[in-house]
């Protein structure tokens, strides 16, 4: 939904046609014989702390700025009806607020005061029932129908910060004062407040800073990958009766949403379910494949819990439970070659050195199976890359709040930067035969694998966060046979 500048968003009327007329009668009515509902057992949110040395140092990155942050609109996916919400990362950030308490069109405005600056949260809270008809008669924000909102006070004490209604948002910003903003998050703040040159320097702080997590966000990206540890065996337990069906890849793929939906606040993105040949597409997300026996399955999922942050892991998994040996053998070298990019994984460390370790060890197969048509050391070269024809991705990127994260960063703090503890990145190298190569030889068409897991830049080197999720192609067959005993 869009706003001309001027016009207040959150007393704008959402009623749509087809609403039906609501009679003085009936109004006069609906404001009667309400009791006080407060919420029972509101507890602090666990990442208020984190969240106020964020913006600390925010404050001292941009002294005298205003600075403001939308958490983003709705998004119209048909007519009247909308996506489900999901707050800006930056937003959620700084604020805290998690995928249940996020309110659509809320602002966090960073208001400088002389020696730092004043945190103002604006919200549209909960409807009131004296005096108006939002509660029921608006789709948008009314309580009856889309549930209820924090009020202005429970805002406050659960995220710590000094909240506003949203109505005062556009006096508010009335007041002329130099700002940097994030952009077309909100088109009615994006009117509001003047663009800058900075407003590209912001952002990009905004994402930079993110680069280094502190102790709060991993442990729930820890959560988030626990978690879709489970949605995973949730998908092995669901292949024997997918085998053969129309759209079975679809079968899976919804055994994973119940998990994310349950543990968590979504998917972490459009999970890939790719069967057979599928598995060399590598965003293939229409999942309307049949599951096949003999044939391999390539999942690459991950769950975003209420905190927003995301887990991204693949695995690729015999549909019968037994790789055959041509599976097992390019299984085998994307196994070696995520073994290879791991170990590179330190601070220190260039961010590309895991993708050239991994890259060295595809390489060299390729040069031992007699498919590459030169040596291994040259085709490594960056002006040449034959190998690459089956590999054609990166081999990592930055892992957090969105599943490629951290990416208005700058190239030297990220992809040309070097690795420091703290970072979470994946480390996913894949190889992949489509079925009408024919530089392989017929029974490896159609095989592509990926080996995807979540890593921790640790003081010495690394952690796997997903470690107790089987990659070894023996404990792949055996977590599968347990899964169906």
């Not at 509101?42 to 208020?48: G, V, Y």
């Not at 009314?142 to 948002?169: N, P, Q, S």
């Not at 494949?289 to 892991?313: C, F, H, M, Q, R």
């Amino acid at each position: 939904m869009s706003f001309d500048k001027g016009e207040n968003k959150s007393k704008k009327s959402n009623l749509r046609s087809h609403d039906i007329p609501t009679p003085e009668p009936l109004k006069k009515f609906m404001e009667q014989g309400w009791a006080p509902s407060p919420l029972d057992g509101l507890k602090k949110s666990p990442a208020t702390t984190y969240a106020v040395a964020r913006r600390e140092r925010l404050s001292k990155a941009f002294p005298n700025k205003r600075l403001v942050i939308p958490a983003g609109t709705f998004k119209v996916r048909s007519n009247d009806s909308d996506y489900r919400f999901r707050p800006h990362s930056a937003f959620a950030w700084l604020t805290g607020i998690n995928g249940t308490d996020a309110v659509p069109d809320s602002v966090l405005i960073m208001e400088p005061n002389g020696s730092g600056h004043d945190s103002l949260l604006f919200i549209h809270p909960r409807s009131v029932r004296e005096n108006s008809d939002e509660f029921y008669r608006n789709p948008k924000h009314g309580e009856f129908w889309i549930g209820r909102r924090m009020t202005l006070e429970e805002t406050e004490f659960a995220y710590e910060i000094k909240v506003k209604h949203l109505d005062d948002l556009e006096d508010f910003l009335g007041v002329k004062k130099e700002s940097l903003a994030v952009r077309e998050q909100d088109s009615f703040v994006d009117g509001l407040v003047d663009q800058s040159e900075a407003d590209k320097d912001f952002v990009v702080w905004l994402s930079e800073a993110r680069l280094i997590k502190d102790r709060f966000e991993i442990d729930e990206m820890q959560k988030a990958i626990d978690a879709t540890h489970r949605g995973f065996e949730d998908m092995i337990k669901a292949i024997p009766s997918a085998v053969g069906k129309k759209r079975g890849e679809r079968l899976i793929e919804g055994a994973f949403f119940t998990r994310a939906r349950y543990e968590g606040n979504d998917l972490g993105y459009d999970s890939i379910v790719a069967s057979g040949s599928h598995a060399c597409i590598l965003h293939w997300i229409k999942n309307d494949g049949e599951l096949k026996n003999g044939d391999l399955i390539l999942i690459d999922a991950g769950v975003e819990v209420e905190s927003l942050y995301t887990a991204d892991i693949t695995r690729t998994l015999p549909i019968n439970g037994k790789f055959t040996p041509a599976q097992r053998k390019i299984y085998t070298l994307v196994y070696e070659a995520q073994k290879a990019g791991m170990e590179a994984v330190k601070p220190g460390a260039k961010f590309r050195d895991f993708h050239h370790a991994a890259m060295a060890v595809i390489a060299k197969g390729l040069e031992e199976m007699g498919v590459l048509p030169i040596p291994a050391e040259e085709s490594l070269k960056a002006d040449v890359g034959l190998h690459r024809r089956w590999t054609v991705h990166g081999t990592g990127h930055m892992l957090g709040m969105d599943v490629h994260d951290c990416a208005q960063a700058r190239k030297e703090a990220y992809t040309e930067g070097v690795l420091e503890e703290g970072m979470i990145l994946t480390v996913e190298p894949g190889f992949y035969i489509h079925p009408d190569d024919t530089l392989f030889p017929a029974e490896y068409r159609g095989i592509g694998v990926r080996i995807e897991d979540d890593v921790l830049v640790t003081k010495d080197g690394y952690k796997n966060l997903s470690s107790a999720m089987p990659r070894h192609p023996d404990e792949i067959e055996a977590w599968v046979a347990s899964l169906w005993a």
